[in-house]
């Protein structure tokens, strides 16, 4: 059978896979630190989703087994503060945030270092203000082929500074095969994020390319594959979505599926089977070969998004009381964090200690409302209670560690935290 699953892996991710990198110290916390070197010992296979238990008396932490920075964002960082060290003296430009984290992105600025775009790909610095000798840092999520070309008209390379994930360019790669074998390629993935823009832009180049943010929008994808909404209706209701010169009776024919490294697993997996039961239907190809018309070929999620996902579900079969999510707002990976949390508990989805604001107060970010809000009385009075604590991929040892310390603040009876780390182990 035609299968994609033997394509070249990007030629870092064989290289390396075992890389350590050098990490600024502002970003380490020798407690959370502890931990993760703790259960990496432990569990070198990472087959155990469990949390660690952390328990303090009248607060236990339930630490998930695996979150925070992951390979993508280390190797960012590296080059990045590489780059400021290295290069003194000169422009150094990111083409936008980095990562998607306040507290590096705000430190790199305070180094100097400008954005050239907004996260929402609006101008900040107009092109026309940079020279040959400036630095341009691509960001983790890569960038778009129209703006490599652009970095190359100013005499600018654009693949010196590149922090591109190659996570990332293995949906490049995967969107590149599947076009190359003349199927359509549908991106899952949130259309306007700057990762979704750049995998779009890359797929274009070798196939015809639409992309559906949600389930909602793969059923409106597959009333234009069945015929059920005239072929005219998809231009509006996609619009900037599709590659140039997308034609719906043409291009639906062969369609194959990628995502954005970091959503959802299960919203993936049920975007990608139902597409293809459209197929089956549509083409009556029940029980035989389906890849005349749908791409053989499995998720592009990331490592990072996988373990941080199973490490949630691990979280979440323990009794708790109440849930912190640490990370950047506009961060998608943490998000989805969020989102399998709150199904099950009270979830607070913070970006750092500070939105602690008191014992009864806290400021976090309302993923539905798209807003910061405030809520009062968060920590339940029952005793001993029990809060369950993880962050995104782009957060910060450190965050989780300050939070970490900001709530037992509130519990004066809690046991010394080098107490509690020697008795799991970790000291
Ligand atoms: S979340 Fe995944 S794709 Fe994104 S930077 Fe990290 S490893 Fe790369």
């Not at 040959?132 to 005499?155: C, H, M, R």
């Not at 095969?177 to 549908?186: L, N, P």
């Not at 506009?330 to 500070?354: D, G, K, M, R």
Request: proline fraction near 5%.
């Amino acid at each position: 059978m035609n299968t994609l699953l033997d394509e070249p892996q990007p030629k870092m991710l064989r290289m390396k896979k075992m890389k350590s990198f050098q990490i600024p110290n502002l970003y380490k916390s020798p407690v959370i630190g502890g931990i993760k070197e703790f259960r990496r010992r432990q569990d070198k296979l990472k087959k155990d989703f469990t949390p660690t238990r952390l328990d303090f008396g009248p607060v236990q932490f339930l630490i998930a087994r695996h979150f925070g920075f992951c390979y993508g964002v280390e190797n960012a960082i590296e080059i990045a503060y590489k780059t400021i060290a290295e290069n003194p003296g000169k422009n150094i430009y990111l083409l936008s945030e980095m990562i998607h984290n306040p507290d590096v992105n705000r430190d790199l600025q305070s180094r100097g270092v400008r954005f050239i775009l907004e996260t929402s790909g609006e101008q900040i610095i107009p092109w026309d203000r940079l020279s040959p000798d400036d630095i341009v840092i691509v960001p983790a999520f890569g960038t778009t082929v129209e703006i490599q070309q652009k970095l190359a008209q100013l005499g600018i390379n654009a693949y010196q500074y590149d922090t591109t994930c190659p996570f990332v360019e293995k949906v490049w790669n995967r969107a590149s095969a599947i076009g190359k074998k003349d199927y359509t390629v549908v991106v899952h993935g949130k259309p306007s994020h700057e990762e979704t823009r750049a995998t779009f832009s890359h797929s274009k180049e070798s196939a015809p390319t639409v992309v559906v943010r949600d389930m909602a929008e793969a059923q409106k994808l597959a009333r234009y594959i069945t015929g059920e909404s005239p072929a005219e209706h998809f231009y509006p209701e996609f619009k900037g979505q599709f590659s140039e010169n997308f034609n719906v009776e043409k291009d639906l024919q062969r369609i194959g599926v990628v995502n954005q490294t970091t959503m959802l697993a299960s919203d993936t997996q049920a975007i990608a089977d139902f597409l293809k039961d459209v197929m089956v239907v549509k083409f009556g190809i029940e029980g035989r070969d389906v890849t005349a018309h749908f791409a053989d070929t499995r998720d592009t999620l990331c490592y990072a998004t996988n373990d941080n996902q199973s490490a949630t579900y691990g979280l979440l079969e323990a009794e708790a009381d109440l849930a912190i999510v640490a990370g950047g707002y506009n961060s998608s990976n943490t998000s989805h964090l969020v989102e399998l949390c709150e199904h099950q508990l009270p979830t607070y989805f913070i970006e750092s200690a500070a939105k602690i604001l008191s014992q009864n107060l806290i400021q976090h970010y309302n993923l539905h409302e798209r807003q910061e809000v405030t809520t009062v009385h968060f920590l339940p009075q029952k005793r001993p209670l029990s809060i369950l604590l993880t962050c995104g991929a782009s957060c910060p040892d450190a965050v989780v560690e300050a939070i970490l310390h900001r709530l037992l603040q509130f519990f004066p009876a809690a046991r010394p935290v080098e107490e509690v780390l020697e008795e799991v182990g970790v000291l």
